[in-house]
């Protein structure tokens, strides 16, 4: 989608997508991934999502990335916290205690900031995006990462006849083809969740999975 269309939402108010928890699959197949203390772990279109706060927490240093300001201040503000900011490229770098968010477009991020990053965690950035974009984003995002990452993937799979995107249907024959080129995409969850979603059958949805990856480097 165009910058303007994420910038409107958040200045609407438009932003359904944020979840008031800390997202549960996270909390579940994140400790499968054994990424030591300390690691540098990358959340794109972060939004103001309190995953990034769980994954502090459990002692990795946080880099989302978001084109919102008001996300970004709304996230700081939210959990009263004074970030400090730097001016960083063509964007904002806000920081506080062991969570930076990059405020400003994630194509503008090159290896000298991904390749830093061996951790990544994508629940609203591939799903945001339409079909024309998903393969130039992952293989800008996952191809300048560390050589020895490892992430986690969270998709929708539905019937896109159904209902317009965002979020987009991302099906699992899609996501091995967006990441064949650079990364290993492991379906390890997949699940019913239309029931508690009924927001999404209010929009004539008849039926909605959750997918869940682990992600590697290939090879």
Request: glycine share 8%; net charge negative.
């Amino acid at each position: 989608m165009e910058a303007d269309f994420w910038l409107e939402r958040w200045r609407d108010g438009r932003t359904h997508f944020h979840q008031t928890r800390v997202t549960p699959l996270l909390a579940k197949y994140w400790p499968t991934l054994q990424l030591p203390a300390g690691s540098r772990v990358l959340v794109p279109l972060c939004g103001k999502s309190l995953d990034m706060v769980w994954l502090a927490q459990q002692g990795h240093r946080v880099l989302g990335v978001e084109l919102s300001p008001l996300a970004v201040e709304q996230f700081f503000a939210e959990n009263d916290w004074q970030p400090t900011v730097r001016e960083t490229g063509p964007g904002k770098t806000y920081t506080a205690g062991d969570i930076d968010i990059y405020c400003g477009d994630i194509f503008d991020l090159g290896a000298d900031v991904l390749g830093d990053c061996v951790g990544a965690y994508d629940r609203a950035a591939l799903v945001a995006l339409p079909t024309d974009m998903r393969a130039r984003y992952a293989r800008h995002v996952y191809g300048q990462l560390s050589n020895a990452y490892r992430g986690l993937l969270i998709t929708l799979d539905y019937d896109q006849a159904q209902m317009e995107g965002p979020p987009f249907s991302v099906p699992d024959e899609e996501v091995q083809a967006v990441y064949a080129g650079h990364s290993e995409a492991v379906l390890i969850d997949r699940r019913d969740i239309l029931a508690k979603e009924p927001k999404f059958a209010e929009r004539g949805l008849t039926q909605l999975d959750t997918l869940v990856y682990r992600l590697q480097r290939r090879g």
